[in-house]
């Protein structure tokens, strides 16, 4: 409609002007007036000039709406100011299209906002790079398990882990790969899963980066836990008549003994010898079923009895319950608080449990150490979590035993039981904290709580 107004009104202009310039012919030809075809002459530049100026606006306004949509400009407007005008429908036209092309715009950016929204506050990390490892998308959660503020490629992950870069390179759709990453505080066990897709032609993996220790620990301790209750039961039930027929026989024995009964009918030799094999089974017995009472406890940690504590106080025991001890070995002991009125929400017995392990341990590590040291450390971390670390400078932890020294009944002291680290662990545990070990052997082992 606009374009078929635009070529009558063009032909209209075209056909008057042809009739101007025949009118001027006739004048100049016919007539002897000198006035008139020089008005004439006139009117036809005037018309010529509106005529050019017509379609050069219509061309220009026409190459400023095309402009506005090929930059996505759409605060341009195009409603024309001369009211009855041929070209008020054109530039109506213009606005209307503008306006959709605004609007369509507007619900984009709306649905771009809330996805990123989404994506930022989503709990799963989500990282998505292009095949040349430059990041265009990584969300609050994958910041904050990389503890970095910013990535802006793979190749930046190689401060944090060699390893994670190396599988972000070549992972491929649909591969679930697991990823260990040690920090200085923590350890942490990355699930990784990729997708890929293809947008602007270019191609972009995404992946997802879920630590699971917590889960991986959880789940540990509840294997051992079961099996741990299946060992005792059927022990016990094994043991407990074992030590009783056994206590009876040996009654029996004693009182027939002591009757002083001899001959045929009663061997008073054997029966001391019968006696003492009895005796030799009951307290045998008795030192397993202790013995099995005592991992049981791996299957009874308490409830937590929370409370707010002063680190500093919790120190200042674990000092005076060793300081005999230390005093008798030589050993050096320190603690620092920072800040100095530091405190957590614990069990305070057994948050003490833990530091009384821990000490045990570094005591029987310092057995060889010349200048033996123990310290004690109370802090808060860069996340604002309460950190307690207990380290000495005995002779560590091989490398390849450090993953295996929380799992119960393992212990690399021949008089260890191998549950006071797994029970440690369970503590933490049990109030939603970690415990974390880095050894270096022959110089620094340090335990880390993390509240």
Not at 192 to 221: G, P
Not at 401 to 429: C, H, W
């Amino acid at each position: 409609m606009v374009f078929r107004r635009f070529s009558v009104i063009v032909v209209f202009r075209t056909v008057l002007l042809c009739l101007s310039v025949f009118v001027l012919i006739y004048l100049v030809t016919r007539t002897s007036f000198i006035a008139t075809p020089f008005i004439v002459s006139l009117l036809i530049l005037a018309q010529l000039y509106s005529l050019m100026h017509y379609v050069q606006k219509t061309n220009r306004e026409i190459a400023r709406f095309f402009e506005s949509i090929k930059y996505s400009d759409f605060s341009q407007t195009f409603r024309s100011t001369v009211k009855g005008s041929s070209f008020e429908e054109l530039s109506s036209a213009f606005s209307d299209v503008i306006d959709e092309f605004r609007k369509a715009r507007s619900e984009k950016e709306e649905h771009y906002r809330y996805l990123q929204i989404v994506v930022q506050h989503v709990g799963i990390g989500l990282m998505a790079y292009t095949q040349d490892g430059k990041v265009e998308l990584v969300n609050t959660a994958a910041k904050r398990l990389l503890k970095l503020n910013g990535i802006s490629n793979i190749s930046e992950l190689d401060a944090v882990s060699p390893l994670l870069a190396g599988t972000l390179r070549g992972i491929k759709a649909g591969d679930k790969v697991l990823v260990k990453i040690a920090g200085d505080n923590e350890l942490s066990q990355l699930s990784i899963y990729a997708a890929e897709f293809k947008m602007r032609e270019k191609h972009y993996t995404l992946v997802s980066l879920t630590n699971i220790q917590s889960e991986l620990e959880e789940r540990e301790m509840e294997a051992w836990q079961n099996l741990i209750r299946v060992l005792t039961h059927e022990i016990m039930n094994s043991v407990t008549p074992i030590v009783s027929l056994s206590s009876t026989a040996s009654s029996l024995l004693v009182d027939s003994v002591g009757e002083g009964r001899s001959g045929p009918e009663v061997d008073g030799e054997r029966l001391r010898d019968v006696k003492g094999a009895l005796d030799t089974i009951a307290k045998r017995s008795e030192g397993l079923l202790h013995f099995v009472d005592d991992y049981r406890n791996l299957t009874r940690i308490p409830i937590p009895n929370f409370q707010i504590i002063k680190v500093r106080d919790l120190f200042e025991r674990i000092q005076k319950l060793f300081a005999d001890r230390f005093q008798i070995r030589k050993i050096e002991f320190a603690y620092s608080v920072d800040p100095l009125d530091l405190e957590l929400t614990a069990d305070p017995d057994l948050i003490e449990q833990v530091l009384i392990n821990l000490i045990l341990n570094s005591l029987s590590a310092l057995t060889a150490t010349t200048a033996p040291t123990i310290r004690l450390s109370g802090k808060i971390d860069s996340r604002g979590a309460v950190l307690v670390q207990v380290m000495d400078n005995g002779h560590g932890i091989a490398e390849d035993l450090q993953e295996k020294i929380f799992i119960p009944f393992f212990t690399t002291r021949k008089e260890g039981s191998g549950i006071g680290l797994s029970l440690s662990r369970q503590i933490m545990r049990a109030h939603r904290g970690s415990i974390t070990l880095r050894s270096d052997p022959q110089r620094e082992t340090v335990f880390t709580l993390k509240f």
